[in-house]
């Protein structure tokens, strides 16, 4: 352990020493310096990088590339969205709810807006998936699912929407879920 610190130290000061650097760059630059030479013997000893090594051992994450962090934004921003949408709207209470969060008028349409997809956004992420669809990478979307798992009980459903009309207002929607 003793021999390693001071076999480093003494590499750091060679390298050091060799590379004619200011002082803000110095520690960058030295530290370039002794992964390009400790890389190729490092891989010839233990068949793997130093870098990555490195990167494993201090618990590093990659560099996250612009284009995939916007996608990732994107996508949470999507399904933060739904989940709002599902959790205001539960027992078709939405206009109640909305009402009753405080917010104005103004707010509210602010942060719509701020979820708001432009129509060349929704074109293109449209053509992406019907490309993807013809090539087989995904599978097409069924938006009834399978009718063998609906069962529908005309005589029940004939006894509900009966019982509805004679109260006054119909909600279809609610209707829809419960049958």
Not at 55 to 83: F, M, V, Y
């Amino acid at each position: 352990s003793i021999q390693i610190l001071n076999l480093s130290e003494q590499i750091v000061e060679n390298v050091s020493s060799i590379l004619p650097t200011s002082t803000a760059t110095k520690g960058k630059k030295t530290a370039q310096a002794l992964i390009n030479v400790l890389n190729p013997l490092f891989e010839n000893q233990f068949q793997k990088s130093f870098e990555k090594s490195a990167a494993e051992a201090l618990h590093l994450s990659p560099i996250e590339k612009s284009a995939d962090k916007n996608k990732k934004e994107l996508t949470l921003l999507k399904k933060n969205k739904t989940q709002i949408i599902e959790a205001i709207s539960v027992n078709d209470r939405d206009v109640e709810n909305f009402l009753a969060s405080g917010k104005s008028f103004k707010q509210h349409d602010r942060e719509r807006m701020h979820l708001f997809e432009s129509k060349a956004n929704a074109e293109e992420e449209t053509k992406r998936r019907l490309e993807k669809e013809q090539k087989g990478q995904v599978v097409l979307k069924k938006h009834h699912g399978n009718f063998s798992n609906y069962t529908f009980n005309k005589d029940e459903f004939l006894v509900e929407i009966k019982s509805l009309m004679e109260k006054g207002i119909v909600n279809w929607t609610r209707l829809a879920k419960k049958i």
